[in-house]
């Protein structure tokens, strides 16, 4: 295992990454492309946390009850921003991506600067978060710019006058299903989100949005989103693709269908769930988790709200199997645990082991009964693939690392 990191150590690194905007055909075959790079930073947020398990809880029971437009922005612990140009010429605003979300909304810190291209609609926005807050204000049109070649024409974006945001956040690039914007906006039913606009006006050749984290305990800490196409030098081996689910409210959003085991235990049959960006945990059904609980000898951690176990018990871990439309990624004990370098960021003890499993709230069945967030999503490349309706993992590089 290699030594840990302290949190004060990773929040003095530059820790930039990129995100690759790729102008290209559709990811079978692949063909050659140009490609652009814009600077995506990795933010540990240490400010207002209380509960990582309850914040990441609470974004999803709105979810279940039927709330696609409720998302959560606030008690992430390690985010990814990027600056994004509005208006003619352009002022950046820095925005965090989420998977979970299908709008763009911006003047949380910064205010909206109009411009030649800013067009009025006379609509309003509003999106309530999990938590009972929300953000709220004017629908405009305007010309949005990823990089030099990759600018929107005409792109909703909803302008703040009233917002609760993590620190340091102008707004949000949501990058989800378009029936995620239902309800967003007044006079509207749906809101064409960046990955429709840039295929319908010829940007990118397919609405294929691949995206690539490394752990935040690695060495280079870090992230790449591929728009049009995915990133083959960061995968080991094929991508498998599985069908968005049926299932709802899971079929709303990146939703897909599959079972867990633990070791050769299994302890959530086949349901549906969603895969998010903007979760931290690996969220799952109240009776699978508390298999997993029994199985690990965890702790429930009220400070955290994570599974504690000692170092004994982690020895003894065994390896969680997530089965996907017959493929099988394993999830071994180091990507189980809590970055031991970001402990005090939860409020956790330095020398404590926690674990990223936690109680999504509700027994299996509800149709939303677990949640891939960040800690499956460092493993596993991922692809959002709109034009056939589908989800694919890979193996990277980081599947199998000891960083925790």
Known sequence: MVPSRSLSSLLALPALAFLSLSASASPHPRTASSTATLKLAVR???????????ADRARIQARQAGGSSSIGVTNNVTIYTADIGVGSPPTYYTVL???????????????????????????????????????????????????????????????????????????????????LTRGTVSNTGEVAPVMENLYTQGTIGSEVLGVFFAPASSDDGCGELTFGDYDASKITGDISYVPITS??????????????????????????????????????????????????GGTLDE?????????????????????????????????????????????????????????????????????NGY????????????????VGFATTEWTYAITN
């Open 44 to 54: 540990i947020n240490s400010y207002g946390i209380q509960n990582i398990a309850v």
């Open 97 to 179: 991506i989420d998977t979970g979300n299908a709008n763009i909304w911006i003047g949380a810190k910064k205010p909206y600067e109009k411009t030649a291209t800013s067009q009025d609609t006379g609509n309003t926005f509003s999106i309530a978060y999990g938590d009972g807050s929300s953000v709220s204000g004017e629908e405009y049109t305007d010309t949005v710019t990823l990089n030099c070649d990759l600018v929107i024409s005409n792109q909703s974006i909803g302008v703040a006058s009233q917002a609760s945001v993590t620190a340091g956040i102008d707004g949000f690039l949501g990058l989800g299903p378009v029936d």
């Open 247 to 296: 299932t709802s409210p899971a079929s709303t959003f990146w939703g897909i269908d599959q079972s867990i085991s633990y070791g050769d235990t299994p302890i959530l049959n086949q349901k549906a769930g969603i895969v998010d960006t903007g979760c931290t945990l690996i969220l799952i059904a109240t009776d699978a988790f508390e298999k997993y609980q029994s199985a690990t």
């Open 303 to 371: 400070a955290t709200g994570l599974l504690q176990i000692s170092s004994d018990q982690y020895d003894q871990l065994s390896s969680l199997y997530f089965t996907i439309d017959g493929v099988t990624y394993e999830l071994t004990p180091n990507a189980q645990i809590w970055p031991r370098s970001l402990n005090t960021a939860v409020h956790g003890d330095a020398n404590s082991i926690y674990l990223v499993l936690a109680d999504i709230g509700s027994p299996s069945g509800s149709g939303l009964d677990f949640v």
């Open 375 to 390: 800690y499956f999503l460092e493993r596993f490349y991922s692809v959002y693939d709109t034009t056939n309706s589908q």
